[in-house]
């Protein structure tokens, strides 16, 4: 072989590792940019994922999100703010307030020997009778079956009056009502147990979605409002045109407003 030949040889050999090398290197190159992109797009993931329940963590719920929702008042609720609840006696002169809350033994035990006397007494127009809730017990013991409940008898008030009496009256007796310290109330499951009882809130779909889905919830939270305005300090009480009335005396001021006393105290 020439000098010539070997010299050309060996440039072409150069060459071609030359131009390997720069394969090489824009291979290199091109896994290097897939890295930091795909490196990038995984933080910028995560980010995005610790935001979002960052977010989600920071975002009320419960009642603490109803607060803030929406205010839905039942179509047969009064007032202003919908918050005044009667149940009899619209026309009336005379007016009785009850305050309860509906996981209080004490109010069960007074609408179970009186409550259906004081609702005869509203419905013959002898008094307007108004009830007011209130979450004594879930802001002593805990829990939300209190306010629960108020937003169930909420849905039910939507259906119609007595929908809603019947549905108080379920709630508070013997049969449905539970222990003090036990929280069933807190439970949709139960109320629409205890709903079933109800012949127009039985089967009844627009009632049951309202109570699952909490649609009266702030209601509730404004009815809770209302009791606190009344400032009572124990449940049941009983106020006569403004006046507080130990429940033991209730039957002799309803006599005087006209009550007929011996139609039944409304006893289980």
Aim: proline share 2%; aromatic share 4%; with cysteine.
């Amino acid at each position: 072989m020439s000098k010539r030949n070997s010299q050309e040889s060996k440039r072409a050999a150069r060459e071609r590792l030359r131009i390997e090398r720069e394969k090489q290197a824009k291979k290199a190159k091109i896994r290097r940019q897939l890295v930091i992109g795909v490196s990038v797009v995984a933080v910028l993931a995560l980010a995005t994922g610790v935001g979002v329940a960052v977010k989600k963590m920071n975002e009320p719920s419960g009642w603490d999100a109803a607060k803030d929702a929406k205010l839905v008042t039942p179509a047969n609720a009064e007032g202003a703010k919908g918050t005044r609840v009667v149940i009899g006696g619209e026309d009336a002169k005379n007016r009785i307030d009850v305050y309860e809350d509906l996981r209080c033994p004490a109010c069960a035990s007074f609408e179970q020997s009186a409550g259906k006397l004081l609702q005869k007494g509203a419905d013959d127009g002898k008094y307007k009778l108004q009830l007011h809730l209130g979450s004594i017990i879930d802001n002593n013991l805990g829990g939300e079956g209190s306010k629960n409940a108020i937003s169930a008898l909420g849905a039910a008030l939507d259906v119609s009056n007595d929908a809603f009496r019947d549905y108080h009256e379920a709630l508070y007796s013997k049969k449905h009502h539970p222990e003090e310290t036990n929280d069933e109330f807190a439970d949709d499951g139960y109320l629409l147990d205890v709903a079933d009882s109800v012949k127009e809130l039985k089967g009844n779909k627009d009632f049951r979605q309202n109570v699952e889905k909490g649609t009266f919830d702030k209601w509730a939270l404004g009815m809770i409002g209302d009791f606190e305005k009344g400032k009572v300090d124990a449940t049941p009480t009983v106020k006569v045109d403004g006046k507080k009335v130990e429940t033991e005396q209730l039957p002799a001021e309803l006599q005087k407003l006209g009550v007929d006393l011996g139609g039944g105290s409304g006893k289980e």
